[in-house]
């Protein structure tokens, strides 16, 4: 099987096939809800990822057209990461995760008022989220 083609044309085997390793949403993650956009900033999250595998990752989620970069004017040796309208398409599901985690383990890194919001509003909640890192992607590169 190339790297492109999909054991089947199911919307779910789409998504796992592209978004399916634990790499790639927490990236996506780091993004969203961390604020990340610099390379050095992924490497330090918590789960400890290797330069190899998260390089590999933001160039898949670059070719996939979920994030995007660009030179940081004020370190042009840097890039900056950013989510596009394609990346933010994935906060629903993002948080539909998260909703998920909390109800099925105790004692997840989720504040009690945050699932206590989603749980009135859940609809608000992701339209806030995303219009917050959808206003990122226009000043990234300053």
């Known amino acids: 099987m190339k790297k492109d083609d999909l054991r089947s044309n199911c919307p779910i085997n789409y998504a796992l096939e592209y978004l399916g390793d634990k790499w790639t949403l927490l990236v996506i993650r780091d993004l969203v809800f961390e604020g990340k956009k610099f390379y050095k900033e992924f490497l330090i999250s918590k789960e400890g990822i290797a330069t190899n595998i998260l390089s590999d990752r933001l160039k898949r989620l670059e070719n996939l057209g979920i994030i995007e970069s660009k030179v940081y004017e004020k370190q042009r040796t840097q890039k900056v990461y950013s989510m596009t309208e394609k990346g933010l398409d994935l906060i629903p599901i993002l948080v539909e995760i998260i909703l998920w985690s ?23 909640i992701i339209n806030s989220i995303t219009a917050n890192v959808g206003s990122k992607i226009h000043s990234a590169s300053q």
Do not use: A, M, Q
Request: no cysteine; hydrophobic share 20%; glycine share 4%.
């Open 102 to 124: 909390s109800k099925h383990k105790d004692g997840l890194n989720v504040s009690p008022e945050f699932l206590e919001k989603l749980e009135k509003n859940k609809t608000e």
